[in-house]
């Protein structure tokens, strides 16, 4: 397929415009002067149809969850009921400005403030920050809101501990936050080795980020112990709230003893979240962390919603009140499935992902060989005999029409070599879960007789294998003249 550049003829157009009729008026008179470019850009110049037909074609190339199956392990790439797509586009709400007053936008306040009863409801928390924007930005304001607390106390607690398990945001948001990073390592069975948390929390660390189900789908069996650990030191614990999508109507996060959450609306509450956004990461705290909430907090006020400004809120971590169309996904989506359909959500990802870890595992090796949650960890490791690396697979399984899996992570041990990680959600049904499987078999036979097939794939998409670390290290950003 041509690029636009390369559709460009000199002189066509894609507009027309009306006669100036202010010939006495220079345009350019009424644009600031850092405004205006001195150089003429390189655009292309098509026809409008060259247009339409360029992106309509260009679209169509495009792999999305409303074409095919996303296995992606920890990214929840589930369907998005469309119903919740119309509901936030709705004309009250969309075109509801940030900067009016309350009186008018009680709507909007309801919606946010009904959203957070139930996601307290659900996760046992007392209150519920809305504005931050994405999982790694609640996790940031988690750790402050972590840091703020001890400052408040006057405690200079300066470390974190967090699992060689982990997010890679969760080192990250702490290294932030200003705290310095210590590592838990797992145990036999892939959960956090309780001896080693016990030697590492002193009265130094803030506490713990933990992630329930671990990040290779495994849940934390201790984690009533961990909380101890931690809780008698005097100490916080902080939970990862990306692989909800396993305990919804299960278990609460609180009944648990965490101190703090945060929620990927845009993943367990059903916006699909990928391509950057959008996202919502929504901030659970115990009575106890109320005050340091940031601001603004939506309230009921004498039978009207206002907002709240929090005692010793950390701040403002966004401008206005959150990524609204996201939060009135998850309203939506939460309504339509109810509470016994939470439930319900959690049981089937489970299913399916213990279906697939059962079928497959006599193919491709599970890194622990036990039961799972929402996500399975197999490797390809096998196949290196003859040639052939768990990229190799990957790239294989985009020929038969599927998004692959995500790859080499884990990266921790036993996780070192060649890991897949398959999380195939709970909107998937076992026709489309049988078809992947048959198609990773398959593949695997195709790999002992066929290995030159895999190394070269995939054959039959868009674009043939191309050199992701050379185009990570030297992107082209720019068209070059010709």
Excluded at 129 to 140: D, F, I, N, T, V
Excluded at 224 to 239: E, M, N, P, Q, R
Aim: hydrophobic share 35%; with cysteine; proline share 6%.
């Amino acid at each position: 397929m041509k690029l636009i550049y390369e559709r460009s003829v000199k002189g066509r157009k894609g507009y027309s415009l009306p006669p100036d009729e202010f010939e006495e008026i220079n345009i350019c008179d009424m644009i600031p002067e850092y405004a205006i470019s001195k150089e003429k850009k390189n655009l292309p110049e098509v026809s409008e149809v060259d247009v339409v037909r360029h992106f309509t074609n260009l679209s169509r190339l495009n792999y999305g969850v409303d074409t095919g199956f996303y296995p992606l392990g920890s990214c929840t790439m589930k369907y998005n009921p469309k119903i919740n797509e119309k509901l936030s586009t709705l004309d009250s709400f969309m075109y509801a400005h940030p900067c009016s007053d309350t009186k008018l936008v009680q709507g909007s306040l309801e919606v946010m403030y009904e959203l957070e009863q139930y996601l307290k409801e659900i996760t046992g928390m007392e209150r519920f920050a809305l504005s931050p924007s994405a999982g790694a930005h609640g996790e940031l304001t988690g750790v402050l809101i972590m840091r703020k607390y001890f400052e408040d106390k006057g405690e200079k607690r300066h470390k974190m501990i967090i699992p060689d398990s982990a997010h890679g945001t969760n080192p990250a948001s702490s290294a932030m936050a200003g705290f310095e990073v210590v590592e838990v390592r797992s145990n036999g069975r892939g959960t956090i080795d309780i001896e080693h948390l016990s030697s590492l929390m002193d009265e130094d660390t803030a506490g713990i980020m933990i992630t329930n189900p671990n990040t290779v789908g495994l849940f934390e069996e201790e984690i009533l112990s961990i909380c101890k650990i931690i809780h008698d030191k005097g100490g916080l614990v902080y939970y990862d709230g990306a692989n909800l999508n396993a305990l919804l109507g299960i278990v609460r996060p609180a009944d648990t003893g965490v101190d703090i959450v945060h929620l990927n609306l845009h993943k367990t509450f059903s916006t699909p979240h990928g391509g950057g956004g959008p996202g919502a990461g929504a901030v659970g705290v115990k009575k106890h962390l109320e005050e340091f909430l940031p601001a603004p907090l939506v309230s009921e006020c004498n039978g009207v919603y206002c907002f709240e400004f929090p005692r010793k809120s950390i701040g403002r971590m966004r401008a206005f009140s959150g990524n609204f169309p996201v939060l009135l996904k998850a309203y939506a989506w939460i309504l339509s499935v109810g509470r016994e359909g939470l439930r319900n959500v959690s049981q089937a990802s489970i299913i399916n992902a213990n279906y697939i870890l059962a079928r497959l595992k006599p193919y491709y090796r599970p890194s622990y060989d036990r039961f799972c949650m929402h996500e399975c960890v197999l490797t390809g490791r096998d196949y290196k005999e003859y040639g052939v690396k768990t990229l190799d697979i990957a790239k294989r399984l985009m020929d038969y029409g599927f998004h692959p899996p995500t790859i080499y992570f884990p990266h921790f041990a036993p996780f070192a070599q060649e890991t897949m990680m398959v999380e195939p959600t709970e909107s998937e049904s076992k026709d489309t879960i049988d078809e992947f499987i048959d198609t990773m078999i398959k593949i695997t036979e195709e790999a002992k007789e066929f290995p030159d097939i895999l190394r070269s794939a995939p054959h039959n998409t868009p674009v043939r294998r191309l050199d992701e670390a050379r185009a990570a290290r030297v992107p082209i950003l720019k068209l070059e003249e010709k």
